[in-house]
């Protein structure tokens, strides 16, 4: 590969995940692009979670059948996140001449993936996440090619900080706003009219001036704290690295979601459920809304990550 293409790859990815709105949808073309650039079969994204302890499955590309039908196979703990986790891998590596340990005890559908690279993602000095990548082919990715992936990765590792942080700082600007909102309502309406009962009027004796002092000594009193505790709340969102907004989904959509594991068709879905098929295409498009996925296969993986299908 010459650097023109490099630096040709390396741009695209960029571009990718700068102008996709959805992480997920970002994520997903940069692994696609990016096994293609390899020339490898198929690869996927693991992101942590909030804790630093643990990672969920993000995007996936070209999964074999073994995986795709059964995404409760990427589930739970394996070699790589426990070096990931463990600060044993900081920098993209081959791990060759094995099967990956979530093919290893599967005899269909494996596409006889044996090839495996892992890739770290750390954006200044955060864990972000892991990119896995594997093949047919019984070889090992080049020096250059390791380059272009710790590339990737670090390209990978700001979009995913800035878009959290970005959720983050959204979300507790409208706590904030809210709160205000509430404190105003709550605080200083009252006072407010009460200054106003004591000043109205065409006569205003001493007390009542007095009265009127006093009240608006205490107004700004509350309008102080209100604004400190405002600050604070600022302070603390703008610290706070990681955002994870919830999505929930609805007992119906639950339903589904668990019938969806469980392999059936639209058809057979509507039939169990008592529904139309029609009412179920609906409900299996605000899943895949809310959870960010562009399957069902990666839907049923995320509510497995989210704890909300038992494995």
Same mark, same amino acid.
């Given at each position: 590969m010459n650097d023109k293409d490099y630096f040709s790859h390396l741009y695209e990815i960029a571009s990718h995940l700068n102008k996709e709105f959805s992480l997920h949808s970002a994520?997903?073309?940069?692994l696609e692009r990016t096994v293609e650039i390899l020339e490898v079969e198929t690869g996927w994204f693991w992101l942590t979670e909030p804790d630093n302890k643990s990672v969920y499955l993000a995007a996936s590309y070209n999964l074999p059948p073994a995986l795709g039908?059964?995404?409760?196979?990427?589930? $739970?703990?394996?070699?790589?996140?426990?070096?990931?986790?463990?600060?044993?891998?900081?920098?993209?590596?081959n791990?060759?001449?094995?099967?990956?340990?979530?093919?290893?005890?599967?005899?269909? $559908?494996?596409?006889?993936?044996?090839?495996?690279?892992?890739?770290?993602?750390i954006s200044n000095g955060q864990k972000v996440g892991l990119m896995n990548l594997l093949s047919k082919e019984r070889r090992q990715l080049d020096e250059k090619e390791l380059a272009i992936l710790n590339t990737i990765s670090e390209l990978v590792g700001t979009a995913v900080q800035r878009t959290r942080l970005q959720q983050s700082y959204s979300t507790g600007n409208m706590e904030s706003d809210t709160g205000i909102r509430r404190a105003l309502e709550r605080i200083c309406n009252p006072q407010m009219e009460t200054l106003i009962s004591c000043l109205d009027g065409p006569k205003n004796n001493q007390d009542k001036v007095k009265e009127a002092l006093k009240k608006a000594k205490e107004l700004q009193k509350q309008l102080s704290m209100l604004c400190r505790e405002a600050e604070e709340h600022e302070g603390a969102v703008k610290a706070k690295a990681f955002h994870y907004p919830e999505l929930p989904l609805t007992k119906r959509e639950l339903e589904v979601l668990n019938l969806i594991k469980k392999g059936l068709t639209n058809g057979q879905i509507g039939k169990q459920l008592f529904i139309a098929e029609r009412t179920v295409k609906f409900h299996v498009t605000a899943i895949l809304s809310k959870l960010n996925a562009d399957t069902r296969t990666e839907a049923v993986d995320i509510g497995l990550k989210r704890g909300l299908l038992s494995i």
């Open positions: 994520l997903r073309k940069s039908k059964h995404p409760e196979r990427l589930s $739970g703990w394996c070699y790589c996140i426990k070096q990931y986790l463990s600060d044993d891998i900081d920098q993209a590596v791990i060759s001449e094995i099967r990956c340990s979530r093919l290893e005890d599967i005899s269909t $559908g494996t596409k006889d993936l044996k090839f495996h690279a892992t890739i770290p993602i």
